[in-house]
């Protein structure tokens, strides 16, 4: 019993599942920090207001704090901003270069699958790994 567990924990995708959680929460904070701490002093001094906190209305004895779901409307938009564009956006370009560019040589046909080009004698799609079988004869 106790050597399956070994094995579990030990398997590959389990430590690297780890690590990227911990990654995450690191870069979560990073990016938190940077929205707190740059992003939304800037939309507070375009606005004129640091925080919509204080803003409420009231029905029948009961106060809706419609401030605090503006800041974290604010807070999510903004981080999602800076993860793409300082995140998402510079790794399309880094794939976008890193890709071939040079056409294929061989005569190309589409994937059933994903309709990405893929050479004839292909048994198998480079781009969803799906199987393709033979070319059909023409």
Not at 23 to 44: D, E, K, N, R, W
């Amino acid at each position: 019993m106790l050597k399956g567990f070994r094995d579990f924990i030990l398997r590959g995708n389990v430590v690297d599942l780890a690590v990227a959680v911990v990654i995450g929460a690191a870069f979560g904070a990073l990016v938190s920090a940077f929205v707190t701490g740059i992003v939304t002093p800037l939309i507070a001094a375009i606005f004129g207001k640091p925080s919509f906190e204080g803003l409420t209305f009231t029905i029948n004895g009961a106060k809706f704090l419609y401030g605090s779901v503006i800041n974290a409307a604010i807070t999510f938009v903004s981080i999602a901003a800076v993860i793409y564009f300082l995140v998402v956006q510079p790794m399309n370009i880094i794939n976008a270069r890193r890709r071939s560019g040079r056409p294929v040589d061989t005569p190309v046909r589409q994937c059933p699958e994903c309709e990405s080009d893929i050479p004839v004698t292909a048994r198998r799609c480079a781009f969803c790994t799906s199987e393709v079988g033979p070319a059909p004869a023409v």
